[in-house]
């Protein structure tokens, strides 16, 4: 374990990698030697009259350029899935190592990640190919290896792989020219694609600038031009190679025209997607490692895991909720507790560190009054409208639905289709956007979101728009599962009869004794049994884990029968008391003497 990677002081950047075998976390660092001095210099092998033939359009203006500077630029959040493939003379030069390549290729996507951060685009390496055999193309001259390339893997990739973006990584030496891409194709299938040579010698966070700048062609960028800038010396664009960590203006506005409607980019890929290499060490535990500790030093410190992955002597787990002091819990401690009305409890089973997994109440039960449970949450837009506008908002008159989601537009719309937004039809109104009324303060919103208030008929109108690109949490949408009118909610845009949850789990499945989960299966209420809450028990159900058994010993019987011996008697004595009471009262008046 240990840093990898490039950290830029000023004008200078430096390469930082761990030191091999060291006990202390030891570390190289040294500068980069620039390659700007090299004659002739290195450079991008696309021309700028090239680049204009693909693009077929001048649309830059230069007094558009000035008017833009590089530090104010603000973008919504891309995706961008990149597949690699290295050529059979880099296997050959790596020693045919394919764990060093593989590591080689991580790191070099990691530095590509990290430049473009700035526009706050992530970039995942989803697959790797190596060629160990030998070359599956013609690579030579670079402009055939490119067209070869881009054939190839829309011939023999794209179905293996899916991605929006595949480059070729070679050894080969091309001259001055460190690199091509097609302009502006990304996500366009068979033209999506680069080549990139990787000469012996280069570092990793080098070349990481050749990636970073064929994929900016790929992304609509072209080369920086007079009214380009970007607070450096140069800018990644530039069309020779310079050590330099910042895109410019120019390729921002280049970039933002390319990806506005490219709704490949707006949707992050699934975590099993992104490639990533098993490794004791890594902090994640993987295959057959019984726990992953990370580095040297934190493993010194961790008390239940060994640098090696496996557990010190003694422990019986590392880490989970049902783990505490390197041991599992009892039987019967909750992992995870209720955290409203429509989830459920889970409990440790005492034999393994990990909690059951999170149930919750079933999709369509009422909760709130007038709410539904949907996906562990109670919706209701009378609640929604609270927790957007505030505790006097409530859900507006259904005119505000009628005339605001039929628009299609970031304000009332009924979800996001591809690139446009989706008209609500009528019978669908209610599940498009929440509108809202009586607003007593206008709120404070995350990110760059829009308060919009219409008045119709003199109803006012209140929303949220939400539109493309954004990556926080939609607010304003009316959530699943929300009523849209009598034995109806709302599913995916849609108003839908209940039926079609398709629910096979009912009160009467559970005997009245306990609420169905997510599973279809009965989660019983205390003192009774699962799998139907037909016998006595303890609760639960068969995937919640086992609840703490209830006391039903001779010791609480002996104090239920004290307790009714208790009330028994109170009464007996007080009327004894009472009777003795009134008794003596007599005696002593038929002893009195009587008056002369």
Aim: hydrophobic residues 30%; aromatic residues 10%; contains cysteine.
């Amino acid at each position: 374990g240990g840093f990898h990677g490039m950290l830029q002081i000023k004008e200078t950047i430096y390469e930082i990698k761990p030191k091999r075998f060291s006990e202390t976390f030891e570390h190289w660092i040294y500068e980069i030697d620039s390659e700007e001095t090299q004659f002739p210099p290195l450079k991008c092998g696309l021309t700028e009259e090239e680049i204009a033939r693909q693009l077929n359009s001048h649309w830059r203006d230069s007094s558009t350029m000035k008017q833009i500077v590089f530090n104010d630029i603000y973008t919504h959040t891309w995706y961008i899935e990149m597949a690699l493939v290295m050529d059979h003379e880099r296997y050959i030069y790596m020693a045919s190592n394919v764990s060093d390549m593989q590591d080689q290729a991580l790191l070099i996507i990691h530095v590509v990640n990290s430049f473009y951060a700035q526009f706050t685009v992530h970039v995942f390496l989803i697959g790797l190919e190596i060629w160990t055999t030998q070359n599956l193309i013609d690579i030579s001259p670079i402009e055939d290896g490119l067209t070869n390339f881009c054939n190839w893997k829309a011939a023999n990739l794209e179905a293996r792989l899916p991605h929006d973006v595949a480059h070729l990584i070679v050894k080969e030496d091309y001259g001055v020219a460190l690199g091509l891409a097609y302009v502006g194709t990304i996500c366009w299938g068979r033209p999506s694609c680069g080549i990139n040579t990787f000469r012996p010698g280069v570092v990793e966070s080098s070349f990481a600038l050749t990636i970073t700048h064929e994929l900016g062609h790929n992304l609509g960028m072209r080369h920086d031009g007079n009214f380009c800038s970007c607070g450096r010396r140069g800018c990644l664009m530039f069309s020779y190679k310079v050590m330099t960590d910042r895109f410019s203006n120019c390729s921002y506005l280049d970039f933002l025209k390319t990806v506005t409607g490219r709704s490949c980019l707006y949707v992050s890929p699934a975590p099993e997607r992104v490639l990533h290499m098993n490794r004791c060490g890594n902090g994640l535990v993987e295959g057959e490692e019984q726990c992953d500790c990370g580095s040297v030093q934190l493993c010194l410190d961790d008390p239940c895991c060994l640098s090696n992955c496996t557990f010190k002597a003694g422990a019986n787990c590392a880490f989970g909720l049902c783990c505490r002091n390197c041991q599992f819990l009892p039987s019967g401690t909750v992992c995870r507790p209720k955290s409203d009305e429509c989830d459920l409890p889970e409990w440790c089973n005492g034999t393994s560190h990990m909690c059951p997994e999170d149930v919750y109440v079933q999709n369509g039960i009422l909760c709130l009054g007038n709410g539904t449970c949907y996906e562990k949450r109670c919706n209701d837009r009378e609640e929604q409208c609270r927790r957007i506008f505030g505790k006097g908002a409530k859900s507006a008159n259904e005119i505000c639905y009628a005339k605001i989601n039929s628009r299609g537009d970031r304000f009332g719309h009924c979800g996001l289709n591809v690139d446009h937004y989706q008209t609500c039809n009528m019978p669908d109104i209610l599940c498009g956007r929440v509108l809202c009324d009586r607003i007593e303060k206008i709120p404070f919103l995350k990110d760059h979101s829009t308060v919009h208030w219409t008045r119709i008929n003199d109803t006012n109108c209140w929303s949220t728009d939400y539109h493309f690109g954004m990556v926080i949490s939609d607010i304003g949408e009316v959530k699943d599962g929300t009523a849209c009118g009598p034995e109806h909610i709302c599913m995916g845009r849609r108003c839908v009869s209940r039926s079609l949850l398709n629910n096979t789990c009912s009160p009467k499945t559970c005997n009245g004794k306990g609420v169905c989960n997510n599973k279809q299966h009965c989660h019983c209420d205390d003192q009774w049994k699962p799998p139907v809450c037909l016998f006595e028990g303890s609760g639960g159900s068969i995937d919640s884990g086992p609840p703490p058994a209830k006391r039903k010993d001779s010791e609480g019987k002996l104090w239920s029968k004290h307790i009714v011996l208790l009330f028994l008697w109170v009464p007996a004595v007080l009327v004894l008391c009472f009777s003795k009471a009134v008794t003596e009262k007599k005696k002593a008046k038929s002893t009195e003497p009587k008056k002369e």
